[in-house]
């Protein structure tokens, strides 16, 4: 059984992003795991497993323009089928 259901990931187009911010934001109020939040102050991209991606994508919104947004669904993958 995976335990965070749904890879997340999407690029953050904004000004004064912090790579830091937003990964304390994540710990702090999201469960999931394998976070990566990578970029500069313009562009982030993000990568994190969670049961609640609509979270991730509400306050990602919020920090600027979202885009490349993938949600896969890794339990469907894992038993073989289309994620």
Known sequence: ???FRYDTQLLI???HLSEEEINDYFVNNFKGDCLLAVGDDELIKIHFHTNE????LEYCSTLG???DIVIEDMDRQARGLQG
Do not use: H, L, N, Y
Request: hydrophobic residues 45%; aromatic residues 16%; without cysteine.
């Open 1 to 3: 059984m995976i335990e």
């Open 65 to 67: 323009e979202i885009f």
């Open 13 to 15: 187009e904004g000004k």
């Open 53 to 56: 991606p609509w979270q991730v």
